[in-house]
């Protein structure tokens, strides 16, 4: 399911660093990306969201420019929005997880640095006092070689407390303020056809809104009767809507344990449906677990049809999506679910 919303996209850059020596040092960098919505509304766009788009025609750019002209909310500060929100949702999450990775790390670094300094310590140490008990008997030991060892162990003393701090230091991880490095207006083409003064061709967006809300409503609904967990991820662009996790059936990998949803909700009528390319890279990397759900909604009746197992060619280079003949689905895969 995609947005029939105008929205800016943000390409943000976040990064963490540590210091050492007065050193800095890049332990992460990701590139995030959000999405601004007409409304306001803030959320995040997803692993890859440029390979849903297309570049515009001439025409459309035209298009588009009028839109932009006649919509106030482009003029608002939306940059501090998107930055705010990459702070909360991108950065401190990113910033846990590395930290705690940092530190199981560096623990295993602190570790064996001990296990080896010390190894050596004691064996100048021993040596030490080897030599000097030796001159204690009487025995030909110049006292040179006994002060060889015990500064030999010294210096490694020091050397071990060195690196102590050093490995500690590492343990802190600061984050630099995220930094934009792109921006592009979005705009969904039925909204485009609206600009262009295409009303007689026009769909009805508020219509096939409340369609997708239907099918929407009626898989998690299934979900949940299935005694699964679904969670709506609609609006993070992840390839699928729902993440379902199952808790029915006896399982033997945790991986198992998900599936991913992508709803498709049509009119009764409908023949077809189209499937974006980053949807269609998904269900091709996670296949045993995607699930494409049909769901036929005339009225208040609805017809769902859960597909999985589907085998998809990839796009061609340039295609941003490739539309399906609802009746060939099961030849691509198998039903697993009809109402």
Not at 263 to 278: E, I, P
Not at 300 to 326: A, E
């Amino acid at each position: 399911m995609q947005t029939m919303q105008p929205r800016l996209l943000f390409y943000i850059e976040n990064r963490l660093h540590t210091r050492v020596d007065g050193r800095e040092d890049t332990v992460c960098r990701s590139l995030d990306f959000v999405s601004v919505c007409d409304d306001g509304r803030v959320c995040k766009a997803g692993f890859a969201p440029y390979l849903d788009l297309d570049v515009p025609t001439q025409e459309e750019k035209m298009a588009a420019q009028t839109y932009i002209d006649a919509s106030p909310w482009l003029s608002s500060d939306l940059k501090t929005k998107a930055m705010e929100f990459a702070n909360a949702h991108f950065l401190n999450p990113i910033k846990k997880r590395v930290k705690s990775r940092q530190n199981d790390h560096l623990e295993k670094i602190r570790k064996e640095t001990e296990t080896r300094l010390w190894r050596a310590i004691s064996y100048w140490d021993s040596m030490a006092n080897a030599r000097e008990a030796k001159k204690l008997e009487g025995q030909n030991m110049p006292q040179v070689n006994i002060d060889e060892a015990r500064n030999r162990a010294g210096e490694l003393r020091a050397r071990l407390k060195a690196r102590q701090a050093e490995i500690d230091g590492q343990r802190t991880v600061y984050a630099v303020p995220p930094m934009i490095k792109g921006c592009i207006l979005v705009m969904p083409q039925c909204v485009l056809w609206v600009c262009m003064g295409a009303s007689s061709s026009r769909p009805d967006v508020e219509s096939k809104k409340a369609i997708e809300r239907v099918g929407m409503d009626r898989v998690m609904a299934l979900e949940r009767g299935f005694g699964n967990t679904p969670r709506d991820v609609s609006e993070e662009n992840c390839g699928y809507d729902i993440c379902s996790r199952m808790g029915n059936q006896e399982l033997s990998s945790a991986e198992s344990l998900l599936r991913f949803i992508e709803v498709k909700a049509r009119r009764a009528d409908a023949d077809g449906v189209t499937l974006t390319r980053n949807e269609i890279q998904t269900a091709r990397n996670v296949r045993k677990q995607y699930v494409l759900a049909v769901v036929r909604v005339d009225g208040d009746t609805t017809h769902t049809t859960y597909y999985g197992d589907l085998r998809f060619n990839p796009p061609d280079v340039g295609m941003s999506s490739v539309h399906y003949d609802i009746a060939r689905l099961s030849q691509m895969g198998r039903i697993l679910y009809e109402d």
